[in-house]
């Protein structure tokens, strides 16, 4: 057990789950930041933190569900580009489940927090209702998207785009001050 380890592991997988980075050649789109490569870093995480992540069977089973559903989703967009369009309610429930998972997960970390008397506490806490917030505008935007006139809703997907990008970032950043933290 390495509670310092899984709380690295932790910052990286939210930033392979929250920035999609895209490399572009020959009609072909790669993502460089793959969902399933969080989610393993994720169940990692898990097997690190031990005891203090109380409910982490239930945790890692999600993971793992999510990983290979993510993974398998990154590989059919690698060979089939349209095929995100076949599978969207696919795509919109693993949306939900990791809305949901990500807002339970920020709650281990401010508890963590609050038991070191780590200053990050509040910070997580507000990340842990941004990242919520995000992500529910990010799911009413890809309904919207499914409108034929949709080009109105493009500063919503901007502007959430770019506060789900901060709140990954910031989330990393945190989760590496709160390593240096805990002893």
Known sequence: M???KGLSLIAFGFLF???DLHLTFNNLTITMTPDFVGWILLTM???EMGRYVNDKRYLVIISIIMAVLSGAYWLLELFKANIADNLSIVNT???IANAFYMYVLFGILVRIADNY???TRDTLSVLRYINLAVSIILLVIGFLINLENFRQFVWMITFSGLIALASAI???VILFKLK????
């Open 17 to 19: 789950l929250l920035v």
């Open 180 to 183: 240096n933290e805990v002893a």
């Open 93 to 95: 429930i693993m949306n």
């Open 2 to 4: 390495n509670l310092k």
């Open 45 to 47: 995480a898990f097997y």
């Open 170 to 172: 910031a989330s990393a």
């Open 117 to 119: 008397g780590s200053r």
